[in-house]
C-alpha cells in the first residue's frame, strides 16, 4: 500500500503543472457557463434580476388577482414570474421558453403560481420548476 502512494505522490509531483493547468481549465468553464446562466435569466425577466431574503408570509400569501400586469413574487432568493396567454391555459415561468414567445398583447402575468392556478391555467409541459 505504501509502494503505492509512493508511485502516486512521484506521479503527482511530475505531472503537476498539467494538473494545475487542468484545474484552472475547469474553473473557468464553471464560472463561464454559471454567468452565462445569470445572464440569460437576466434577459428574460427584462433585464430585472433582484436577490433577496423573503419571510415566508411573503412566500406563501397568494392573490387571486390576474389583472396586476407586473407584480413579481420571490420564492427563497431568486424573484420571477408566472407568465401565461390569453389564448391559452397553459402557464409558464420566466426562465421557461415558452414565456419568450407569448406576445405582449398576449401575455398575462400572475404575481404567484397560485394564483395562475386559481385562474385556470396549468403548468406547460415543457417548464420546470
Known amino acids: 500500500m505504501r509502494a503505492i502512494l509512493s508511485k502516486l505522490s512521484q506521479l503527482i509531483k511530475?505531472?503537476?503543472?498539467?494538473?494545475?493547468?487542468v484545474s484552472v481549465v475547469i474553473a473557468i468553464s464553471i464560472i463561464s457557463f454559471q454567468s452565462g446562466k445569470i445572464y440569460a435569466l437576466k434577459q428574460q425577466s427584462g433585464g430585472i434580476i433582484e436577490i433577496k431574503q423573503a419571510a415566508?408570509?411573503?412566500?406563501?400569501?397568494?392573490?387571486?388577482?390576474?389583472?396586476?400586469?407586473?407584480?413579481?413574487?420571490?420564492?427563497?432568493?431568486?424573484q420571477y414570474e408566472v407568465i401565461a396567454s390569453k389564448n391559452s391555459d397553459k402557464y409558464h415561468f420566466s426562465?421557461?421558453?415558452g414565456a419568450?414567445?407569448?406576445?405582449?398583447?398576449?401575455?398575462?402575468?400572475?404575481?404567484?403560481?397560485a394564483a395562475a392556478l386559481a385562474a385556470g391555467y396549468i403548468l406547460a409541459f415543457n417548464c420546470k420548476k
Open 95 to 97: 426562465w421557461c421558453p
Open 14 to 21: 511530475s505531472h503537476q503543472s498539467d494538473i494545475a493547468l
Open 56 to 78: 415566508l408570509e411573503e412566500i406563501f400569501e397568494s392573490k387571486n388577482t390576474a389583472t396586476n400586469v407586473k407584480q413579481t413574487k420571490t420564492v427563497g432568493q431568486i
Open 100 to 113: 419568450g414567445k407569448i406576445s405582449k398583447q398576449n401575455k398575462i402575468t400572475f404575481p404567484t403560481e
